[in-house]
């Protein structure tokens, strides 16, 4: 199972930018996915999850109502949307995949993509 994260990058505090995190898994609908960041010298969070039919969505407190995610299970790819976005939101941003049902700890994820780094500059 591979993963790739992309679209991350440099924004000002108060905008938007819309990470993706394509998948080579063929049943997709297998899985659960989650967006995990993390900052410099901090351990990594949970940021944001999705069942497998994209029904139900599981948020960070510190994100919630500013970030949005989404899956295309047709195109294998899901996506958050971050909007409203703090100098705080600076990290390492990862996707992750898991069978079944959705968790918000990182050690229950099988899968992982290398990452994408997005920057909030005050």
């Known amino acids: 199972v591979q993963l790739q994260a992309f679209g991350g990058g440099l924004v000002q505090a108060g905008g938007s930018l819309r990470l993706s995190c394509a998948t080579s898994?063929?049943?997709?609908?297998?899985?659960?996915m989650g967006w995990f960041r993390q900052a410099p010298g901090k351990e990594r969070e949970f940021v944001a999850a999705?069942?497998?039919?994209?029904?139900?969505?599981y948020y960070a407190d510190s994100v919630k109502g500013r970030f949005t995610i989404t899956r295309d299970n047709a195109k294998n790819t899901v996506y958050m949307q971050m909007n409203s976005l703090k100098p705080e939101d600076t990290a390492v941003y990862y996707c992750a995949a898991r069978p079944f049902v959705a968790t918000m700890q990182g050690k229950d994820y099988n899968y992982w993509g290398q990452g994408t780094e997005l920057t909030v500059s005050s």
């Open positions: 898994v063929g049943t997709v609908s297998l899985y659960v």
């Open positions: 999705i069942n497998r039919n994209g029904g139900t969505t």
